[in-house]
């Protein structure tokens, strides 16, 4: 018999997973029930991706790159992906000011809602902009600095280093392209070996992928605030979903349509199990190892492309986040009952760029980096106290428009450079 495809598992682990949510937490003794003994399934999965994260990015990046046989191909291929990921995130923003000027959903909002959500959200808003503080009083190069690591065993000690690792891993592979063939062949071949080892192990991951996200969408509807809330910000929330539709379902496929060739049918099948994940866990880098391979073997973008585009992606490019932060700062602002000029609505585009760029690939980091968006046009930062009881769902829909992002750009830039091809056709409809 045939398996039902992966995405179609996914989805159905999804919608289990609420409804289990909404039953158990109607008992009194349900909400601990999930926490207890539903959640840690949820955690052991998101933390066995984030484990394989690592690996997946060493050996296949080393042989990436060593791929690419010249440095001017690897100069070429760094500066596209800049360049694209530059572009796509300042779109990104330019929709989401669009959007919340044209729906203007600050004027939904009542005084004694914003009291309310001031009142009960305030000490939560604190503690974020503390910690926002402290990531702002750096010098103007220690992101710069930042890349170049110390120790490598450090740096891939934890996951928030990926741009410290991707510098080491390149490092070692322009090291590997210039010497004798000869003695660069072996350490090829066992990183290639090490990087299929990786990938199956990605496949066995996702075996139980149904069951985790399961677990993570339980857990998530047991712990969520009541619902009146999302009723009282839900012009907002709206308006930032109709930003990121129309990133997700008109900007990214019409581009990899135009400069790639590749349909929308092609697109949606091949990234769907990866944008699930990505909804499910709200986080870029636990979904990594899976948009990796989805792109590389159901797109058909080249390892020597997805290896270096989408770990970097991950980390620096965050269209979903920047439209966010664009959208939740205007909106701020209007139910504090102040306009936001068309210099202060530029001052958003270049502080949600940089900020997104900042925001690290977990959940929830991206209402951290709005505290510096905020203070950059001049609004009480203690503001997102408005939008923290309803952060987390539009957490999960913009971690699914940054993955989709970072594909986008890995299938034109590899388009660009020859290194688009079809799939086996073993994966067109495939499951794992
Ligand atoms: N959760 C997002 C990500 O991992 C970041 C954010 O916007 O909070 O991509």
Known sequence: MKRLALHWQILIGMVAGIAAGYLLSSFTWGGRFVIDWVKPFGTIFINLLKLIAIPLIVSSLIKGVSDLQDIRQLSRLGTRTIGMYLITTIVAITIGLLVVNLINPGSFIQESTRTELMGSFGANADQSMSAAAASKNRGPLTALVEVVPDNIIGAAGSNGNMLQVIFFVVFFGIGLILIDTEKAEPVKRFFDGVNEVILKMIDLIMLIAPIGVFALLAALVAESPSPDIFKALGVYALTVLIGLAALIFLFYPTLVRLFAGVSYGRFFQGMGPAQLLAFSTS???????????RVEEHIGVEKEITSFVLPVGATINMDGTSLYQAVAAVFISQAFGDD????????????????????????????????????????????IALILAIDRPLDMCRTVVNITSDATVAIIVGKSLGKLTQPHPKNWDDNL
């Open 340 to 383: 936001v000029t068309i210099m202060e609505q530029l001052t958003i585009v270049l502080t949600a760029l940089l900020a997104s760029i900042g925001t690290a690939a977990v959940p929830g980091a991206g209402i951290l980096m709005l505290v510096i968006v905020l203070e950059s046009i001049g609004v009480n930062p203690a503001g």
């Open 283 to 293: 986080s870029s880098a636990a979904t990594l190892p899976v948009t990796m391979e």
